[in-house]
């Protein structure tokens, strides 16, 4: 067994705990743990976007659009929080130089998926995802005060007191570590690798989460998964390929063996799931269809190259024929209950991005709020951190959602 001391130990290489560590001082020693390769997390997958406030009009429909998909089950507080701090996240990627799409005079462009009542999603191609977590990697490794350790594997929390003071974890070779530290991040994904078909990869297996549990740290809403409508049908084995949403928010359609129409597309995601089941079930088919005939060729092209390329692979041609489509696991509402900050139960320890569970998303997630949640919040958790071990108030923005509306 080796011990190492850092003041902060990450477990996950996504956004969430990219950010985290970015947003911490730099006279803090900082340890980020990946399970494996540093490509092979989830945050590279996300093809839509990532959701904006656009202007101060903008703020209604984009509470409502969010809690109508959580089904009025998401902690309001929260949502007030991620909308309110969303301008000031996407000018940090712009900063750190994110190449979001933008229109001919410079502004941002944006894109809408299913059950947005308007147009709000930054992108980059396909690969949105992909865009914001390789440029986090980059400004990350620039920092000497953060050290990465690849194919190394969270496999418990180290607690002293009732406080957590640590993680212990295990290196590809078999090495058991004890990493003791001031303040332990779990950022380690979802759930996606305990299931058959889902569009994550497999290595996500909910190690917080089991984790937490064991030491009696609260979970929340482990019931609570998403599942995406649209994934590219294949008889092959492995990861199930996402065809992202704003697909349909551009114009495609799904259709059924008849080649008829049979939902509104830019339903939320659990609404569509449901319809395509249904109509699956009712015409006695493994996969449904979605057509890009309505989408003009160069958005097929500019917007969706990779899905493009994809599908064509499989034998499916966007720009002449539909392609099969099946829904498929893709998303964890729940997970390790944190506050506002994105502290557990436990002192010392804190949980970002999908393994944590801050009531945002209620009971479904709004499409493209997933990179923005995990941004947000992330922050907040290195913000409390900093200030915790300064001594200060918090300074980082407080909802005034309650106040507002009493």
């Known amino acids: 067994m ?46 839509g976007g990532i959701c904006v406030l656009r202007d101060e009009s903008d703020y209604d429909s984009y509470f409502e659009d969010t809690m109508r998909a959580g089904h009025y089950e998401n902690r309001k507080e929260s949502v007030d929080i991620m909308i309110r ?19 001919p005079d410079g502004s941002l462009a944006y894109t809408r998926e299913g059950a947005h009542s ?5 992108f980059h191609e396909d690969i949105t995802g992909k865009e914001i977590t ?26 002293d007191g009732g406080k957590c003071t640590g993680m212990a974890a295990e290196t590809k070779e078999g090495e058991t570590l004890h990493i003791h530290a001031d303040n332990t991040i779990m950022a380690t994904g979802g759930i996606g690798g305990l299931y058959e078909h889902s569009t994550n990869f497999p290595i996500l297996t909910g190690d917080a989460c089991r ?49 008829e129409r049979f939902v509104n597309e830019l339903l939320p995601r659990d609404v569509v ?15 449904e269809w979605i057509s890009f005939a309505h989408v003009p060729k160069e958005i097929i092209l500019k917007h969706f190259p990779h899905i493009y390329e994809k599908c064509l692979e499989e034998g499916y041609d966007l720009l002449k024929e539909p392609a099969p489509i099946v829904p498929a696991q893709h998303y964890f509402m729940g997970g390790v209950h944190v506050n506002r900050d994105s502290a ?22 709004l499409a493209s709020n997933s990179l923005l949640e995990s941004l947000v919040f992330a922050k907040r958790a290195a913000v409390k951190i900093q200030n915790e071990e300064k001594g200060n108030e918090d300074h980082e923005f407080e909802s005034n959602y309650h106040a507002a509306c009493c």
């Not at 799931?273 to 996969?287: D, H, L, N």
């Open 2 to 47: 080796k011990n190492l001391y850092y003041d902060v130990v990450i477990a996950g290489c996504g956004v969430a705990g990219l950010y985290a560590a970015l947003n911490l001082p730099e006279e803090m020693n900082i340890l980020m743990l990946s399970k494996k390769d540093l490509e092979s997390c989830d945050s590279m997958l996300a093809q």
């Open 85 to 103: 701090s969303s301008r000031d996240v996407i000018n940090d990627l712009l900063n750190f130089g994110v190449r979001f799409a933008k229109n």
């Open 118 to 122: 308007r147009p709000r999603i930054c």
């Open 134 to 159: 390789t440029t986090l990697l980059s400004h990350v490794k620039k920092c000497s005060n953060v050290t990465i350790l690849e194919y190394t594997t969270m496999t418990d929390i180290l607690v």
């Open 211 to 259: 984790i937490a549990k064991e030491h009696g740290v609260e979970l929340e809403h482990m019931d609570y998964v998403q599942i995406h409508p649209t994934c590219l049908y294949s008889k092959k084995p492995g990861r199930s390929f996402l065809i992202s949403e704003s697909a349909r928010g551009e114009g495609a359609v799904l259709l059924n063996h008849k080649g």
């Open 273 to 287: 799931t449901k319809a395509i089941q249904e109509e699956m079930k009712k015409e006695g088919v493994e996969y």
């Open 344 to 365: 557990t139960t436990m002192p010392n320890l804190y949980a970002v991005g999908e393994t944590s569970c801050n009531g945002v998303h209620g009971k479904n997630r």
